[in-house]
């Protein structure tokens, strides 16, 4: 029964795939046990402000030919940027672009009958159309989920150009909408390869552990280019498991199997080598296995309640002020979430780098992903329910494999009450369930009532989730009605809470203000939110987790004030430079106390 409902579930997305190829295709996994052509590196780069880009038909470069030609562009003679990397940070010109910008690179292949090619990107913030030997071969809308192309046919022998259309415009029915709380960096953000794959390849696989058990793997192994059924194979060294399925015609081969397993979790992040077989093709993966569930009240980690002691934060390089995109990037941010004390990340509020979430694995932490389903978001707009579905699909494509996360949050503070909203994340949440039930989901909601110094805690989309997420900002945003420690609560349910988010910005360094203003930007008034959240936590029914907002002070264009935050928000824990405030101290503290 189970496997007829995978089955339905791979068929569906293959459809769904199939009836999009105009667009880009969805990313096989794990790249990074492929065959590729790393295309990192220096790419030559045309801004293009206005976008006179497309009617010159820049990805032709066409050179004159005779005396009377000549076209107002070139890519020779260009500037050029690094790939991966966000476009804003690379040249002081360009720091709030948010418009066009082609990037170019040339490269050699030499093709082979029995191989299958395409390019693989990690991410291009936020609308790519890319070009190949001056043919458009597909577009892409959504900044932070990989994207890719079969160039089988198109790629020659000898030399190639790419180029790519980056466009970092706001979108109004785009995910984010046109306002947000961080910085717009556009670019080709994350890692592009060259990938070679034989004619039937691995496409995709789901190895974890069925719901409910701690030693059955209930999944599924995606091949793309078979012509009739296949032995598949997977084995696990370490522990003896050599497990053998078949595909059916359409690729599609169940996995079942049984094993010993030491359980991933904070404490013990282990992880597994898994090496998954076909007849011309093989990938190796390192797999954790966990369980994660509710249970009443509680959520159980391997079967034990957890507390999640959680940070947010953002894809930034605080050292560069620019976008983070490696693992050296996402070792500063990680390392500074082990040191608080912390056993979760939110990765808010979109889906970080491949890298940050394999390290965080690595490292011990559990992730919340995110959907940039932020805020204002036009529900109205009969576009955006299909474009949210097809972004979720690439979030949970890319990472189903990883024991880390926890957790799929579909949506952060979504504004508009309206029937359109609620219909559309309910539809969302139901397709994540029937595309991965091994993991919670959430939608994180802000507006809360707060009256006589007491919550009401109510959305019609709490009913859907599996735990209730709210963000509250008292002591900043909403002054405080009584003391915290006697705050009351009422919940729409008896649903486990995560108060995903809390805090007040501070300058480091500005302690100069009277203890209880916060025009005064100082840490002891943000140290002091931090004391009375803490207090109020006590008392809040059913709470599994807390999240500061947020890690480090991060770069938002809307925050102004020329004295305190200079483009910064600075809800950071610690500065930009990698300064401790004093809030860090408290926090760190709590963590210590909570021992799970
Ligand atoms: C929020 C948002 C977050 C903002 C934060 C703030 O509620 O979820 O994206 O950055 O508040 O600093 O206002």
Same mark, same amino acid.
């Given at each position: 029964?189970?496997?007829?409902?995978?089955?339905?579930?791979?068929?569906?997305?293959?459809?769904? *795939?199939?009836?999009?190829?105009?667009?880009?295709?969805?990313?096989?996994?794990?790249?990074?046990?492929?065959?590729?052509?790393?295309?990192?590196?220096?790419?030559?780069?045309?801004?293009?402000?206005?976008?006179?880009?497309?009617?010159?038909?820049?990805?032709?470069?066409?050179?004159?030919?005779?005396?009377?030609?000549?076209?107002?562009?070139?890519?020779?003679?260009?500037?050029?940027?690094?790939?991966?990397?966000?476009?804003?940070?690379?040249?002081?010109?360009?720091?709030?672009?948010?418009?066009?910008?082609?990037?170019?690179?040339?490269?050699?292949?030499?093709?082979?009958?029995?191989?299958?090619?395409?390019?693989?990107?990690?991410?291009?913030?936020?609308?790519?159309? !890319?070009?190949?030997?001056?043919?458009?071969?597909?577009?892409?809308?959504?900044?932070?989920?990989?994207?890719?192309?079969?160039?089988?046919?198109?790629?020659?022998?000898?030399?190639?150009?790419?180029?790519?259309?980056? /466009? /970092?415009?706001?979108?109004?029915?785009?995910?984010?909408?046109?306002?947000?709380?961080?910085?717009?960096?556009?670019?080709?953000?994350?890692?592009?390869?060259?990938?070679?794959?034989?004619?039937?390849?691995?496409?995709?696989?789901?190895?974890?552990?069925?719901?409910?058990?701690?030693?059955?793997?209930?999944?599924?192994?995606?091949?793309?280019?078979?012509?009739?059924?296949?032995?598949?194979?997977?084995?696990?060294?370490?522990?003896?498991?050599?497990?053998?399925?078949?595909?059916?015609?359409?690729?599609?081969?169940?996995?079942?199997?049984?094993?010993?397993?030491?359980?991933?979790?904070?404490?013990?992040?282990?992880?597994?080598?898994?090496?998954?077989?076909?007849?011309?093709?093989? !990938?190796?993966?390192?797999?954790?296995?966990?369980?994660?569930?509710?249970?009443?009240?509680?959520?159980?980690?391997?079967?034990?309640?957890?507390?999640?002691?959680?940070?947010?934060?953002?894809?930034?390089?605080?050292?560069?002020?620019?976008?983070?995109?490696?693992?050296?990037?996402?070792?500063?941010?990680?390392?500074?979430?082990?040191?608080?004390?912390?056993?979760?990340?939110?990765?808010?509020?979109?889906?970080?780098?491949?890298?940050? !979430?394999?390290?965080?694995?690595?490292?011990?932490?559990?992730?919340?992903?995110?959907?940039?389903?932020?805020?204002?978001?036009?529900?109205?707009?009969?576009?955006?329910?299909?474009?949210?579905?097809?972004?979720?699909?690439?979030?949970?494509?890319?990472?189903?494999?990883?024991?880390?996360?926890?957790?799929?949050?579909?949506?952060?503070?979504?504004?508009? *009450?309206?029937?359109?909203?609620?219909?559309?994340?309910?539809?969302?949440?139901?397709?994540?369930?029937?595309?991965?039930?091994?993991?919670?989901?959430?939608?994180?909601?802000?507006?809360?009532?707060?009256?006589?110094?007491?919550?009401?805690?109510?959305?019609?989309?709490?009913?859907?989730?599996?735990?209730?997420?709210?963000?509250?900002?008292?002591?900043?945003?909403?002054?405080?009605?009584?003391?915290?420690?006697?705050?009351?609560?009422?919940?729409?349910?008896?649903?486990?809470?995560?108060?995903?988010?809390?805090?007040?910005?501070?300058?480091?360094?500005?302690?100069?203000?009277?203890?209880?203003?916060?025009?005064?930007?100082?840490?002891?008034?943000?140290?002091?939110?931090?004391?009375?959240?803490?207090?109020?936590? /006590?008392? !809040?029914?059913?709470?599994?987790?807390?999240?500061?907002?947020?890690?480090?002070?991060?770069?938002?264009?809307?925050?102004?004030?020329?004295?305190?935050?200079?483009?910064?928000?600075?809800?950071?824990?610690?500065?930009?430079?990698?300064?401790?405030?004093?809030?860090?101290?408290?926090?760190?503290?709590?963590?210590?106390?909570?021992?799970?």
């Amino acid at each position: 029964k189970l496997f007829t409902k995978i089955k339905s579930i791979a068929f569906l997305v293959t459809l769904f *795939f199939c009836c999009t190829s105009l667009y880009s295709q969805s990313a096989m996994t794990n790249v990074e046990s492929r065959n590729t052509t790393n295309l990192n590196g220096d790419w030559t780069v045309i801004i293009d402000p206005t976008g006179t880009g497309d009617w010159r038909q820049v990805w032709k470069e066409k050179k004159p030919e005779k005396k009377t030609d000549f076209y107002e562009y070139s890519f020779e003679g260009s500037p050029t940027m690094k790939v991966p990397g966000d476009f804003n940070s690379q040249m002081v010109e360009i720091t709030y672009l948010e418009g066009i910008v082609w990037y170019k690179k040339e490269f050699t292949h030499t093709t082979k009958s029995n191989k299958r090619n395409f390019i693989h990107f990690g991410a291009v913030n936020y609308v790519a159309d !890319v070009y190949l030997n001056g043919e458009h071969i597909g577009s892409h809308e959504g900044g932070f989920t990989p994207f890719q192309f079969e160039i089988t046919d198109k790629i020659k022998s000898g030399k190639n150009a790419l180029v790519v259309k980056v /466009n /970092n415009k706001r979108l109004k029915n785009g995910l984010p909408s046109l306002g947000f709380d961080w910085f717009n960096y556009g670019g080709i953000t994350r890692d592009v390869n060259l990938i070679e794959t034989s004619k039937c390849y691995i496409e995709d696989y789901h190895i974890q552990l069925e719901k409910h058990s701690d030693n059955e793997v209930l999944g599924w192994v995606q091949l793309n280019g078979v012509s009739k059924s296949e032995k598949v194979k997977i084995k696990i060294p370490e522990l003896n498991i050599e497990y053998e399925t078949i595909s059916n015609k359409n690729g599609l081969a169940e996995v079942k199997f049984s094993g010993e397993f030491e359980l991933w979790s904070p404490q013990n992040p282990k992880l597994y080598s898994v090496i998954i077989k076909s007849k011309n093709d093989e !990938v190796t993966d390192e797999i954790g296995f966990r369980t994660i569930e509710i249970k009443g009240k509680e959520v159980l980690l391997n079967n034990k309640p957890i507390f999640f002691k959680s940070v947010n934060i953002h894809e930034e390089n605080p050292y560069k002020a620019a976008k983070a995109y490696s693992e050296e990037d996402a070792l500063i941010l990680l390392n500074w979430a082990k040191e608080l004390g912390c056993n979760m990340v939110r990765l808010a509020h979109y889906p970080h780098s491949e890298h940050m !979430v394999k390290l965080a694995e690595k490292m011990g932490l559990m992730v919340w992903s995110e959907l940039p389903v932020y805020q204002h978001i036009e529900f109205s707009n009969p576009d955006v329910p299909q474009k949210m579905d097809l972004m979720m699909k690439e979030m949970i494509r890319r990472d189903r494999n990883r024991a880390a996360v926890v957790l799929w949050s579909l949506s952060n503070e979504t504004y508009s *009450f309206t029937e359109n909203r609620d219909n559309a994340l309910i539809e969302l949440t139901k397709q994540c369930k029937l595309l991965d039930d091994t993991r919670l989901i959430t939608h994180v909601i802000n507006n809360q009532g707060y009256d006589n110094n007491t919550f009401n805690v109510w959305d019609t989309l709490y009913n859907h989730v599996d735990i209730i997420a709210l963000n509250e900002y008292l002591g900043w945003y909403v002054p405080w009605q009584g003391k915290p420690s006697e705050t009351k609560w009422k919940f729409v349910n008896d649903k486990p809470v995560f108060i995903s988010e809390f805090g007040g910005e501070s300058l480091y360094g500005s302690n100069y203000g009277p203890k209880d203003e916060a025009a005064s930007w100082s840490e002891e008034y943000q140290e002091k939110i931090y004391q009375d959240q803490i207090e109020m936590f /006590n008392n !809040v029914p059913n709470l599994i987790g807390v999240c500061p907002w947020i890690l480090v002070d991060y770069r938002s264009s809307g925050r102004m004030h020329p004295v305190y935050q200079k483009g910064y928000n600075r809800k950071g824990l610690i500065s930009e430079n990698g300064e401790k405030k004093k809030s860090w101290y408290i926090m760190k503290e709590y963590f210590q106390t909570e021992n799970n």
